[in-house]
């Protein structure tokens, strides 16, 4: 692989992994609702050590220059911490709310998804029946002013906004937006409101009798989500599954092992966990569920972990249905949160997952390594894992049995039962370019806003994909490329037309109809999708 594609793929991989660590970060709740006894142990210890709060004191009083010692204490916390294992986190009080938020199943906003281009906030959409909508924002907005004061710049970033646009419930903010179209500059009120935190991206019927549900976390309302796709599925003519949880990098323990009763008869192992305060917790299916005689399959990757690998796990040793991707990444620590007195928290390992067979998910580590913990994924990349599967040896020291006797391998994540590459043969060095400068999601942007009013009078992704097929969206792109400095390569264009077109499409679909529009165009031709058609299709 070229220079240029293994920038392309760092990128990606950094990206990915930045949304990992966030998610493992936010995924600690506590499955035992008694162990908050822990909590107060774990309180009372911290204050009975004096020694840190005398090392502080000194340094006030005697130190030869003026100190912060809120910003030592801090710094303390931070290192204290990271000597333990790579997913104890300590989470200062200015983080905590926007931390929690993303598993909880609501925040007060104003009710938009945005990107931040040229310096400036984009609206890419105006989520149905929330604040924006109401007061009249559309999709392709320019935020440029918020409470009278310029909102622009490079000193703006995704964290900022959040900041400024969240806010107590029935709170009101001032913003200024310019419209493509509308020269003077438009002001509106809006008032905030509850704004619901989806987890499933999308659930289609994405073949005969097959319905496909895409989870993106565990989180507080992803159970209530995932049991009304079940349903609307179900009512299409849905009697096989495809639960795709590629990219999920866990939540709640608890939302995970309700799905997975969905799909166990009764009294069967779903995950146990155990450590050293934490006395052994085995869940076990009641038999209630909605698909104990549906087939399905489990879509998984190199960042699936922590609830995605219990799902993974206890469907595989099971041998309830079909695992299809590759090893995932290999997160099987507990972690509970413990609230301190400042309004900073810590999330800190009490336990280990197990699945049925008894094996451990935890990749190995070294306490206090979390650098080199999280270069694992690159290194596995680089050793030619996400390519062939030959490359993965199994720890023979580690073997377990499914309950039907099948062999699986302890050692860290879970291993597919059937591996699907990372497909680069369309990467070339042209393609790596407009990625890496993000040329495609700006042109699908900027395409959108163009052909708004017409893109607007088509209702589903197939109209969308139709019409979109019908354009010169390629060569229109090559152009739009080249103006920002990417030599057109007539030769590398070819050979990554289908990749750049998907994207094109999809995006530019996204803009229009939102997630129902992506990930119809983006899975047409998924190659785990397709195995994952193929092998429910043999469950007839």
Not at 58 to 81: C, G, H, P
Not at 275 to 304: Q, W
Not at 316 to 328: A, E, K, P
């Amino acid at each position: 692989m070229n220079r240029k594609n293994l920038q392309l793929v760092t990128i990606v991989l950094a990206a990915l992994i930045a949304g990992l660590l966030l998610g493992n970060m936010i995924a600690g709740r506590q499955l035992n609702r008694e162990q908050n006894a822990l909590g107060g142990l774990f309180n009372s210890l911290l204050k009975s050590s004096n020694k840190v709060d005398e090392i502080l004191k000194l340094i006030d009083s005697n130190y030869v220059d003026s100190t912060d010692t809120k910003e030592l204490t801090e710094e303390m916390a931070l290192q204290l911490i990271a000597k333990l294992d790579p997913h104890s986190v300590y989470i200062p009080a200015k983080d905590l709310e926007i931390v929690n938020t993303e598993l909880e199943g609501s925040f007060s906003g104003i009710g938009v998804q945005f990107n931040i281009q040229n310096d400036t906030i984009m609206v890419i959409s105006v989520i149905s029946g929330g604040p924006s909508e109401k007061a009249g924002l559309l999709a392709g907005d320019r935020i440029v002013q918020v409470d009278d004061s310029v909102f622009t710049g490079k000193t703006i970033t995704s964290e900022k906004v959040l900041r400024t646009l969240r806010g107590k419930d029935k709170t009101k903010v001032k913003l200024g937006i310019r419209r493509p179209g509308t020269k003077e500059m438009l002001s509106y009120t809006i008032t905030r409101d509850e704004i619901p935190v989806t987890s499933i991206d999308i659930s289609y019927m994405v073949a005969p009798a097959t319905g496909l549900i895409k989870v993106n976390k565990f989180g507080d309302t992803t159970y209530k989500e995932f049991l009304t796709a079940i349903a609307n599925l179900k009512s299409q003519g849905a009697t096989r599954f495809i639960i795709d949880l590629r990219e999920n990098s866990g939540g709640y323990l608890e939302r995970a092992i309700s799905m997975i009763n969905e799909f166990l008869p009764a009294k069967q192992l779903i995950v146990y966990t155990e450590g050293k305060s934490y006395p052994r917790f085995d869940a076990l299916s009641d038999g209630t569920g909605s698909c104990i005689n549906n087939p399905v399959a489990i879509l998984i990757d190199e960042f699936s972990a922590s609830a995605s690998e219990i799902f993974a796990g206890a469907i595989q040793d099971n041998d309830r249905g079909v695992v299809i991707g590759r090893r995932s990444f290999g997160k099987g620590l507990v972690q509970q949160q413990f609230d301190l007195s400042d309004g900073s928290a810590v999330r800190l390992t009490v336990a280990r997952y197990y699945t049925p067979s008894g094996r451990s998910i935890q990749k190995p580590y070294e306490k206090g390594k979390s650098d080199e913990y999280n270069m694992d994924i690159m290194n596995r990349y680089l050793h030619g894992e996400f390519a062939s599967a030959d490359s993965i040896h199994n720890n023979d020291s580690l073997v377990y049995k499914t309950l039907a006797g099948r062999t699986v391998y302890g050692g860290g994540g879970i291993m597919p039962d059937i591996f699907i590459p990372r497909d680069t043969t369309e990467f070339t060095d042209y393609f790596a370019q407009v990625v890496n400068y993000a040329h495609i999601y700006q042109f699908a942007f900027a395409y959108t806003d163009r052909h708004r009013a017409q893109l607007a009078t088509l209702k589903d992704w197939k109209a969308m994909e139709r019409h979109l097929d019908q354009q010169d969206l390629l060569n229109e792109f090559v152009a739009y490329a080249e103006k920002r400095g990417v030599k057109p390569n007539a030769k590398q264009i070819q050979l990554s037309r289908t990749i750049i077109l998907t994207r094109l499409k999809a995006y530019i679909s996204r803009n229009v109809i939102g997630d129902e529009g992506f990930y119809p165009i983006l899975f047409k031709d998924d190659p785990s999708v397709s195995a994952a058609i193929r092998e429910l299709n043999k469950k007839k």
